[in-house]
């Protein structure tokens, strides 16, 4: 009887709670190109593009005086300073 009676609280207890409505960003980090896609309830889920349009980034992050670049920007810098560049590539 008492087994019952738990299971039957726990259903009224989950039909009970609140709606979570909640935005999730996914990140795909490959060794040579970054994909990002948000999902948000109720609509398809949408990749993310970078200041250029496109859906694939470079993996790379580089250093130009005091400012950190991602992406195309660090991938640019590799023929002026090499030293200044992390490529996973």
């Given at each position: 009887?008492?087994?019952?009676?738990?299971?039957?609280?726990?259903?009224?207890?989950?039909?009970?709670?609140?709606?979570?409505?909640?935005?999730?960003?996914?990140?795909?980090?490959?060794?040579?190109?970054?994909?990002?896609?948000?999902m948000?309830?109720?609509?398809?889920?949408?990749?993310?593009?970078n200041?250029?349009?496109?859906?694939?980034?470079?993996?790379?992050?580089?250093?130009?005086?005091?400012?950190?670049?991602?992406?195309s920007?660090?991938?640019?810098?590799?023929?002026?300073?090499?030293?200044?560049?992390?490529?996973?590539?």
């Open positions: 009887m008492s087994k019952n009676l738990l299971l039957g609280l726990l259903c009224l207890m989950t039909l009970n709670l609140p709606q979570v409505l909640a935005s999730l960003l996914a990140i795909d980090y490959g060794s040579e190109w970054i994909k990002a896609s948000l948000k309830p109720g609509v398809p889920f949408d990749v993310l593009l200041k250029d349009s496109k859906r694939k980034i470079h993996s790379s992050v580089g250093w130009k005086g005091g400012d950190r670049l991602f992406g920007d660090a991938y640019n810098l590799v023929s002026h300073r090499q030293t200044r560049l992390m490529d996973s590539s």
